[in-house]
């Protein structure tokens, strides 16, 4: 008498085992790129730290020293000459608020560029509470796809 056929193993627990795994290896993937392509990217800020009208050279040097904070990708001091000087250039089409300005009207300023996802106003607490300073401006430069903005900083 011929012997019965040997019982079948369980041969498709292996594949389903390879499915799973290709599943999730796959799932992880597509999440990364996704996450990768609709990450936001970095904005450009604009702060203006303006300072108060009789801000001494020691006050100027605390200021100017406490924008390290922020990594600045650049900084600037501005005169009251030099902001003068844009104030006119700026509006040199307006002879009404060219005759409303003046070189005693501008104020001293720090002005820098800084980059980020997001800005962080608290590092902004340690210069807005420095002597010699008066207001304090942030601006979100626009890009091509969005618009800028003034960030309200307290």
């Not at 605390?62 to 003068?84: G, I, M």
């Not at 820098?112 to 902004?124: E, I, N, W, Y």
């Amino acid at each position: 008498m011929p012997e019965p056929p040997a019982p079948r193993k369980r041969q498709w627990i292996p594949l389903v085992i390879v499915g799973g795994v290709a599943a999730i290896v796959g799932a992880l993937a597509a999440t990364a790129v996704t996450l990768a392509v609709t990450r936001p990217q970095p904005h450009e800020y604009a702060v203006n730290v303006f300072l108060e009208r009789d801000a001494t050279p020691e006050q100027k040097a605390a200021v100017e020293s406490a924008l390290d904070a922020l990594e600045p990708v650049e900084r600037k001091f501005e005169s009251r000459e030099q902001a003068w000087e844009n104030y006119r250039k700026l509006f040199k089409d307006r002879p009404d608020l060219l005759e409303a300005g003046s070189l005693e009207a501008m104020p001293e300023s720090f002005r820098l560029r800084t980059k980020g996802r997001v800005f962080d106003c608290a590092v902004l607490v340690p210069v807005r509470d420095l002597a010699g300073v008066d207001e304090i401006q942030v601006l979100k430069r626009p890009t091509e796809d969005e618009a800028g903005a003034e960030i309200a900083c307290g």
